[in-house]
Each structure stands twice: as C-alpha cells, then as structure tokens.
C-alpha cells in the first residue's frame, strides 16, 4: 500500500486545475512570530473562537485550528501560494481511499508512515514544511482530519487573501481561455479581487459546465446539458430523460 500511495502523488498527474485571476497588487500579510510544526498542541476548547492578527477565525474546530496553524507557517515563510498549491495536490493524494486508509490504520506503523512521508518529501513534490505538518498530524493520530484540513485552510486562505472559489465542473477539461473567462465573471458578480478556479471532472453533466461560488458553493450557474434536459422532462411531465450512450 505504500507503494500505490506513494506512486499515486509521482506519477499520476493532478486533475484539479487552479487558475487565480487577479485585479489588484496581491495584499502583503504577515503574523508575528513562528510556529514551530513539531511541538503543535491543540490546547483547551477545541471549539473556541478566536482572531489572528489579520482577523481572520481561526479555531471553530480540531481541524480549523491545524488549518490556521498551516496557514501561520506559510505565511511566515511567504509560502502561502505555494502552500495552497500543496493541499490540492495532497486533496487529490487522499481521494483515493487506498492511501487514506493505509495513513489511517492502526495495523501500520508510525515509522512506516513516516517513511512515506519522507519519501514524498525527498521527491520535491511537496514543501517541507507541508510534509513535517503530515507528521505532526500521524503523530497526533489525527491524520483523518485531513480533507476538513484542507477545506479549512482552504477558508483561511480566501480570507486572508481576498478570494472568491469558484468550483467549474464539466465533462471534459475546459481551455484556459474559457476558464479565465469564468473567472473574470466569477469576478463581476461577487466583487471579489481574486478569484480562484478549481476544475472538477463529471460525466454525469453530459455536456457543457457548472460553475459553483459564494460562502460554501451556496450560488450556482448551471449550464450543463444534464439542466436542459430535466428544464424539457419537467416543462413536458415526461419524468426524466436517459441517453443511450
């Protein structure tokens, strides 16, 4: 299993895309002082509420406190875009539950999990100090934490940064050109001055594409083929339409 996990992040090529479009000079943040990964403690109430220096909310949860204190790293190290980047990859890496159940059991051991870890950093794929925060999360037996993680980081990171998500699924990968577009648009409706695009693959849609935005994908544009054709089922009372592929 280690194996797979570990071919699962060099060989196969990531299929979420990012695209940033960006409408003002990028906002110059920085958090006093340094956190040191190895010696992360969750202190407390887990679920106490607290602010950092750029007033962003750091601790509603176990996950949105290892989150904040990613983000702390990264912005102190003036790694943020490049950290974001990592957790894509890493969302892409624990997708496949082959991987998620092998860092997760109890069967394997601490240094065996280490290793891998070790190994995926050796292989330049991720940041070091990306893969120390996987350690500190083995260690901590919270590693099945790590897709909330990555949502909540991935909140901290719009806050600090000003950015819209904006979710695109189709069926095929779109051009660059017409993600740029959607951004741009994402843009004008939400006021945003960064918008970042993640790609999503769906068959299900048939043809064309959704764009999912606002606070937790609230706001959708559905222009799939899959909406036209439940729009006719509907109008027609003819319940729904199946396609013989």
Known sequence: MAATAAAALQQTPITFQSLRVTSVKPVTLSFSGGL????LKLAGNPRRRCRNNGGVR????????????LAEVAVANGTLEATVKDL??????????????YFVSPVVSLEQKRELVDAIT?????????????????ESKRIDLIKDIINEFELVYNKLTETE?????????????HLAQIAKQVQKLTGAKN???KTVIDES??????????????????MSVKKQLEEIATQLEIGDISLAV
């Open 205 to 222: 849609l048939v043809a064309g594409f959704t764009i999912r935005y606002g606070s937790s994908g609230s706001k959708l544009i559905d």
């Open 165 to 177: 998500l904006a979710v695109v699924s189709s069926v095929v990968p779109l051009e660059e050109q």
């Open 122 to 138: 050796k292989s330049g794929k991720l940041q070091t100090h990306v893969c120390n925060f996987l350690n500190v999360l083995i």
């Open 58 to 69: 750091m601790a509603d949860s176990a996950a949105g406190s290892y989150a904040a204190a």
């Open 88 to 101: 894509d990859s890493l969302e892409k890496l624990f997708s496949d539950a082959t991987t998620l159940n």
């Open 36 to 39: 040191r990964l190895r010696s």
């Open 195 to 197: 918008v970042r695009v």
